[in-house]
């Protein structure tokens, strides 16, 4: 696509529930970052994927969170058991490469935990 | 490890007013650098880069410059409008390893411009 897509724009969970955010990447770009954004925050990483590969995911905060890219395309991060705490944005961006510049963002998935 | 301090807002200014926003970073070696816009509702664009000591980068007229002396990279623009209300974020990438793909920000600076 033209774009970095998400889905879906809000969720709202209450806490304890699991939720799924999708990232579908533009056509072709082989690396995919995820990135949280606290309110009132920078966005901080949380893992990286080149293909199918999770070749980082030094920055997920808890084994309650996961990712996926099974294919080496639309990604999946899952959040389980749900705080109040991971309430934030959800930032997917993907690049050709891996290199440094050249992200290409999409419009996050706000997530809400009550 | 990499980190990035930007001036706190909100920034309020008037149509045709200079804008600048303050940015200093601390990493090892040669970082390359960045500010993204983000307007609402929409997702971060990157607004211009610079990737080594003394580049400037400039788009849309605003303009940044590598400042490694001073571990600096301050955004300007000579005549902000309505139009680039926003919020504004620096960052950088690190010059190997996990740094090179990875992008550390600032909290943001809210800027609004009246009319």
């Known amino acids: 696509g033209a774009g970095v897509s998400q889905s879906p724009r809000y969720k709202v969970a209450k806490r304890g529930q699991d939720v799924a955010l999708r990232c579908d990447p533009i056509?072709?770009?082989?690396?995919l970052f995820w990135y949280q954004q606290a309110l009132g925050q920078g966005p901080e990483f949380l893992t990286y994927f080149q293909n199918e590969a999770q070749l980082d995911k030094s920055g997920l905060p808890s084994d309650r969170f996961f990712a996926e890219r099974p294919e080496g395309s639309v990604s999946t991060l899952k959040i389980q058991r749900t705080q109040q705490e991971d309430s934030a944005v959800y930032l997917c961006?993907?690049?050709?490469?891996?290199?440094?510049?050249?992200?290409?963002f999409g419009s996050g998935t706000r997530l809400t935990v009550v | 490890g990499n980190s990035v301090t930007q001036m706190e807002g909100p920034v309020t200014l008037s149509e045709e007013a200079f804008l600048t926003i303050n940015c200093t970073y601390t990493?090892?070696?040669?970082?390359?650098l960045f500010w993204y816009v983000q307007y609402p509702g929409e997702g971060l664009q990157l607004l211009l880069k610079a990737t080594k000591a003394d580049d400037k980068g400039s788009n849309k007229g605003f303009e940044a410059t590598y400042r490694k002396e001073t571990t600096s990279f301050h955004l300007e623009k000579g005549s902000v409008q309505v139009s680039d209300s926003a919020v504004y974020f620096c960052?950088?990438?690190?010059?190997?390893?996990?740094?090179?793909?990875?992008?550390?920000f600032g909290k943001g600076t809210k800027l609004s411009v009246i009319p």
């Open positions: 960052a950088l990438s690190g010059a190997e390893g996990a740094g090179s793909y990875q992008l550390t």
């Open positions: 056509s072709g770009h082989v690396s």
């Open positions: 990493a090892t070696g040669y970082p390359s």
């Open positions: 961006a993907s690049s050709l490469g891996a290199e440094k510049v050249g992200y290409t």
